[in-house]
């Protein structure tokens, strides 16, 4: 389904392509002429339920594949590793993750959500990332999506204090990832697609998939073969840390 030859190519992981961002990236880099493994989660059915990425799959065929994968739970993750050995990925980009309710305070949320905020959005999501990074090619790409509201420096006006929080870790333990793999020449990025109309942005968001999806992957092809650790906006633009 590609109409645009002329733009980088090769095989991406796409982790969390159910619906929203992570579907919007796998259809944009299909329409580039990318090869795509795309994740779903199961919901505990033993048959995956239908998504928009398996309406995907009718349009772009054998360029998309679909696999199960639950990134909290890590034999599914060591199980999907093992079905990819010999693969050689251009793009493990992880998608994945989840929100919280903005107005609520640290103080006022339970532990087990608070855990399961940091899993998702940040335990679970590296753990993927080390689980296949040796499958990246030397001059390919490791990316996560991050937020703009996991900036540090950038939290001057506080609201979504768990989320903040959760991405702001993920952030923190990608630069970690970075410091343990010091001169390696991949691209590692930290994504922040904008305020979004998703199930998690919300209807008043103003922006949509499609424009948000096209930037990153823009993003993605400007700074392929540039090594070392950024944190960028769908735009390209430098999020202070």
């Known amino acids: 389904m590609s109409d645009n030859p002329s733009q980088a190519s090769g095989l991406a992981l796409i982790v969390g392509a159910s619906r929203g961002l ?3 990236l796998a ?8 090869r795509v493994v795309a994740t779903v989660r199961h919901s505990g059915h033993s048959t995956a339920r239908h998504t928009p990425l398996h309406d995907l799959k009718a349009e772009a065929e054998d360029a998309l594949e ?3 994968l639950d990134i909290n739970a890590p034999d599914q ?3 999907l590793r093992r079905r990819l050995d010999g693969r050689q990925l251009d793009l493990l980009f992880v998608n994945a993750g989840a929100s919280s309710n903005p ?3 640290i103080s006022q949320i339970s532990t087990e959500d608070f855990t399961r905020m940091m899993v998702t959005n940040a335990l679970s999501p590296m ?3 080390d689980a296949f990074a040796d499958l990246v090619r030397p001059d390919g790409t490791i990316a996560v999506m991050s937020s703009g509201m996991g900036s540090v420096a950038g939290n001057t006006e506080g609201g979504m204090e ?3 929080a959760s991405k702001a870790s993920l952030n923190t333990l990608m630069r970690s990832f970075a410091a343990r793999h ?6 590692l990025l930290c994504i922040h697609p904008g305020w979004v109309r998703t199930d998690m942005g919300g209807p008043s968001a103003p922006l949509d998939v499609e424009t948000s999806t096209r930037g990153i992957a823009d993003v993605i092809a400007a700074h392929r073969g540039k090594p070392g650790l950024a944190f960028l906006d769908y735009r390209g633009e430098t999020i202070a840390w």
């Open 162 to 164: 768990v989320y903040r």
């Open 66 to 68: 679909i696999e199960s």
């Open 77 to 79: 993750v060591a199980a």
């Open 127 to 129: 753990r993927v990332v």
């Open 27 to 34: 259809r944009e880099h299909l329409r580039r002429g990318w």
């Open 103 to 105: 107005g609520e305070l």
């Open 22 to 24: 992570g579907h919007g």
């Open 182 to 187: 010091e001169g390696d020449p991949r691209t």
